[in-house]
């Protein structure tokens, strides 16, 4: 699917918890695949952001966005009638074509999941949605749970990986000790990484990340990787963290 | 004419983007491949952006056998960014390349704020590259230099073709959580909009005592921005940093260029290379009271 970039409206601005989902019109823009990723401009900023993409309502895009920094701020405070330049969709997502599925999220990785969902629901015909385990840091960011319903949710000092029960196909986005810890107890997981990114193309060089003892650009064979011990493809470390969002 | 920034664009995984350009600068291509610095490499600033890249690179080997014919058969006009750790280092990769006609000319990248500099000045590195190849030479000289007009002259008494003005300049982030660095080698190139009156001044230095062709770079974010730089003495512009959120920037500078071009009733971008000295040397100051 190519990307390509536009000027697209935004038509809502909905606080989620902490977070915002920020729904555009789509415009020629393709959704993409669950997992891939889209480089949102954030007014006033030098660089956009990279955001996976949270939720495809007929024609919009809707992006669960943490406003944890200038960028992501920018964008939060966008209002509907404005309009920003989105890119995308961008790099590799998640492979579906798993038997037993299970979405794992922990905070603000809990976005692409919604759409991971309903991706797997509609292939599963009338099966309904995978499971999925949730956790969080607070209630308050809990509240983001609503999002995927049905999910099991968990708020620290409890981790995610409590619960994940053994045997599944095991889709996750989350911090990075979340997913190191998700790699451990579930060799074969699709794991989506995040890096800081200027450009989300591969021209920047900025978003390495080391595999194999290789450093490689995530934007090109990310974010989702597949953790060492599935049969198919072997890979270590990222949607990802915009240069100026990290902190 | 409307360059890339070298380390900018990757035009073998973004080759609709290099397609834009009249000529594509290879990312620089050192004598052993480079991994690069380990993460972070990249962080955000108010009006710019600080890199620690780190010269990745296949080496010149890999980059001949695999790389060059692959971008050769783009179809692009094509320059090399060569650097290294000693004029030894780079006139052996320059003579390398003599012979290749997918190459049309060699960029000297004298400049990284990121991985050791060769020994050398940077005219001893232009000589050397001087005798290993007939190809054009631009030598890419750094704004960190006070006297770069020196530069300028030295690099031009050595035999480079053209100047390629400017490289990043040092800079340093630090995490408003930690209070350490943003980056993993703490320092890093600082390019984007912080840059452009740097890039200005250097051009309009180096355009005063040097006959050379000069590619302008550093913050160019719109055509006003392109026009500036010819202005100050450029003959060429190259695009860095705009790149990375806009992939369509070369298509829409050259459009907002041109708009720009016939403000001020100019047909072409030579007619308004240099215009800004103009200027400067018809001003005359009020007679004394």
Partial sequence: MTPRREQLRVVGNEPVGPYTLLRTARGGVAPGRPGQFFMLEAPGRVLPRPMSLCLAPAGELAFLIDPVGPGTQAICALQPGDRLHVLGPLGNGFRLDVPRPLLVGGGIGIAPLPYTAQALAARASGRGGPPAVLGFRTKEHAEAAVLLPGAEVCIEPTYVTALIPPGLDVLACGPEPMLEAVRAQCPGSQLAWEAPMACGYGACYGCAVEIDGELRRLCIVGPVLTAPGSADRAAAPAPPAAAGEAA | ?289
């Fill in chain 2, 1 to 289: 004419m409307i360059l890339n920034a070298s380390g900018c664009l990757d035009a073998l995984t973004a080759p609709d983007v290099a397609a834009q350009l009249d000529c594509f600068v290879t990312k620089t291509v050192t004598p052993l491949p480079r991994g690069g610095n380990p993460p972070t490499r990249i962080a955000e600033t108010a009006v710019g952006m600080l890199n620690s890249i780190g010269l990745a690179n296949p080496g010149i080997d890999r980059f001949l056998a695999a790389n060059l014919p692959e971008l050769g058969a783009l179809g692009l006009r094509l320059w090399v960014s060569v650097g290294g750790f000693s004029a030894e280092e780079y006139a052996r990769s320059c003579a390398l390349l003599d012979g290749r006609d997918e190459v049309e000319a060699l960029e000297l990248n004298l400049s990284c704020p990121n991985v050791e500099e060769a020994a050398e000045s940077a005219a001893q590195i232009v000589a050397a590259c001087r005798a290993a190849t007939t190809k054009p030479l631009w030598a890419k000289l750094s704004p960190a230099n006070w006297d770069i007009a020196a530069s300028a002259r030295a690099v031009e008494a050595a035999g480079a073709d053209g100047l390629s003005l400017v490289n990043t300049i040092r800079g340093l982030a630090l995490d408003p959580h930690t209070n350490r660095p943003r980056l993993h080698t703490a320092t890093g190139g600082l390019s984007g909009p912080a840059l452009k009156p740097i890039a200005l001044a250097a051009v309009f230095q180096c355009r005063r005592v040097s006959a050379l062709p000069i590619v302008g770079m550093g913050g160019v974010w719109n055509g006003r921005d392109a026009f500036e730089l010819l202005a100050a003495g450029a003959t060429h512009v190259a695009l860095g940093t705009v790149l990375f959120g806009d992939p369509g920037a070369p298509a829409r500078i050259a459009h907002e260029l041109r708009v720009e071009l016939a403000r001020f009733g100019l047909a072409a971008s030579q007619d308004a290379s240099g215009i800004a000295h103009d200027h400067a040397l018809s001003f005359q100051p009020p007679p004394a009271s």
